[in-house]
């Protein structure tokens, strides 16, 4: 398992896309405008009677999304002469109930598009709230003594590497197999398009934040699903495993980095590190001590490139 001590917050540099095609391609002026196109052709499945308006809410660069029950993705395309071949379903976090779409989000696309990745940016299901329940969610927190320790983050008992903090909650529950199969969806869809969007379909992956990571755990996870909907990789941001975390022999390989303080989060994702590794299987964990949520691209980027070369989903001169 590598530990990493130290950080390099650097800003990240934007890279220019334009919209072609129902797609963004890297390397020119950036757009103002991206495609959002829906995931599925009519009502998605299972969440028809959902009824709350989506909302979105911004602050400063942090927008956070509520109440979706329509998918929509995003499509963000390197150059044709750039392209890798690989391609990953981008999940946002936001604990199910919201999903954080800010500017370091797109920062982490930018970098990915710019070593030749194609990005599929997914706003999958979240859990429904009402007007109410929404202005409680996002009211600003009580002011916190400046003087007093950071607060920190719970633990709890991981069992077979699921550090779900809901487990039982229903509505949660039906929230996290709605999610997880917008993601299969996702991935389905990327096999669907490969020729057409110079995708290799043997180099697909997913790559989520937070409960995102969960999310793409349950895709991970889930061996009944045919295989185009099944990641060839899993990348995960602080995002441990949702449910039971059990590995098989050719599992697909594992990248995760998170903060050494993030309580739960972190434990879950060194035990499902310690379950691929025993199992002789391919995992990579970087632990950083950092404050919670402060990890960048530029952080954990540049070992993840080189990772993800090592592991053939990228050619070696990307």
Known sequence: ??????????????????????????????????????????????????????????????????????????????????????????????????????????????????????????????????????????????????NAPPPRFPRMEIVNGNANPGKGNAKLDEVLRLATDDAQAALRLLHEKADAWRIDPARIGVMGTSAGGGVAFGALLDRTAPDEERPDFLISIFGPALQDVTVWEGAPPLFMAVEAEHGAVTDGLIEAFRIWNNAYQSAELHIYQVPNFTMTVDLWGPRLFDWMREQKILPADK
Do not use: C
Not at 15 to 26: P, S, Y
Not at 28 to 33: D, G, L
Not at 125 to 142: F, G, H, V
């Open 1 to 146: 398992m590598r530990l990493t001590a130290s950080a390099r917050l650097l800003a990240a540099p934007l890279l220019a896309a334009t919209f072609l095609a129902g797609a963004l391609i890297a390397g020119t002026p950036a757009a103002a405008h991206v495609e959002r196109v829906p995931l599925y052709d009519g009502p998605a499945p299972g969440s028809e009677r959902w009824t709350e308006a989506r909302t979105e809410i911004r602050k400063g660069e942090r927008v956070s999304v509520f109440n979706t029950s329509q998918p929509v993705y995003e499509l963000h395309l390197p150059r044709p002469e750039r392209a890798s071949g690989a391609a990953v379903v981008m999940l946002p976090g936001g604990g199910l109930r919201n999903l954080g779409v800010g500017a370091d989000l797109y920062d982490e696309i930018d970098a990915l598009v710019a070593q030749g990745v194609a990005v599929m940016l997914l706003e999958y299901r979240t859990i429904q709230m009402t007007k109410a329940e929404l202005e409680r969610a996002s009211a600003p927190p009580p002011p916190r003594d400046p």
